[in-house]
């Protein structure tokens, strides 16, 4: 369980989190460039006394997860586009991870939104110790097929744990038979997709998103030195080039890449191109009833 001080961190990286998501999603519209929403949203979350647990990521149509706009990215959004703005603040390494999706300029996909949205509250009306996480799948697989889409069955909630984002247990969006509980103390993200294709991902393009990998020896001195001050910035949250004030940070990642020092996260895509669209709450499970970290 959390103490009262761990908890308050987690309750304010989940409201910092979803305002940051409001700026974000309000901010998507036709001609916008992706880069200044996610560095307004990332700039919200610094200047409100966190620190970004991820870079924002702003999935587009059949990419379900895992973009966030390069240095010097000058794409827009346009006419037709469903963005899945997803967010994560963390204070002290509590995180609140929270997610919506917006529709630009069109009402095409309106009801696919509201099905994702559908799925993510009926979850969060019986979540708590003692659930199955099947159950959960259930719920979400139910929700969405109702709405005559297809839940993604091949990507899931997560459990949060200090300084981790995916840490132990899968939260499923099918029934996947997993009878595991979820237990008290629990940090718990769940993130219905839903789509009009297949109801799978598979792994495209490079996102522009990266991890720390566990460092070996570094002969080059510049090199050891920019690895040190990413590892002691991000530790084992993901980031961006973006954030790397070094100027020769690509460079430098590029080569980090090479020598296995950071892996790159892929994109996340619709098999059939099917259009995705995405709701996410952080939930804490505590022992007198479960908290939602992440409402406005």
């Excluded at 993130?191 to 990998?213: D, L, S, V, W």
Aim: with cysteine; glycine share 8%; charged share 25%.
């Amino acid at each position: 369980m959390l103490t009262p001080d761990e908890l308050e961190a987690l309750k304010k990286a989940g409201a910092i989190a979803a305002q940051a998501l409001r700026i974000g999603m309000d901010m998507v519209s036709e001609n916008v460039k992706l880069y200044d929403v996610a560095e307004e949203v990332e700039s919200y979350i610094r200047k409100n006394g966190a620190k970004p647990a991820f870079p924002c990521n702003l999935s587009i149509n059949e990419v379900a997860a895992h973009y966030t706009p390069s240095v010097g990215d000058r794409s827009r959004f346009e006419i037709g586009d469903v963005v899945k703005v997803d967010v994560g603040a963390h204070i002290d390494g509590w995180v609140g991870d929270t997610a919506g999706t917006v529709e630009v300029g069109t009402r095409s996909f309106r009801k696919m939104i509201e099905s994702s949205v559908k799925a993510r509250d009926a979850v969060m009306e019986f979540i708590g110790a003692g659930v199955p996480v099947n159950e959960i799948g259930t719920a979400v697989d139910a929700t969405i097929r109702q709405d005559g889409f297809r839940p993604i069955a091949n990507l899931t909630g997560h459990e949060i744990k200090k300084f981790n984002l995916h840490s132990g247990l899968s939260i499923p969006n099918v029934n996947d038979s997993n009878r595991t509980q979820i237990k008290p103390g629990m940090i718990i993200a769940v993130e219905p997709f839903a789509t009009n294709g297949q109801g799978m991902i598979k792994t495209a393009r490079p996102g522009n998103i990266y991890k720390i990998a566990p460092e070996r020896p570094i002969a080059d001195r510049e090199l050891k030195s920019f690895y040190d001050d990413i590892s002691n910035e991000f530790v084992s949250f993901p980031f961006c080039e973006r954030w790397c004030p070094q100027p020769k940070a690509g460079q430098m990642l590029n080569k980090l890449l090479r020598h296995g020092l950071v892996t790159m996260y892929a994109q996340l895509a619709e098999v059939k191109k099917g259009c995705v669209t995405q709701s996410e709450h952080t939930v804490y499970v505590g022992g007198n009833g479960t908290v939602i970290t992440t409402l406005l």
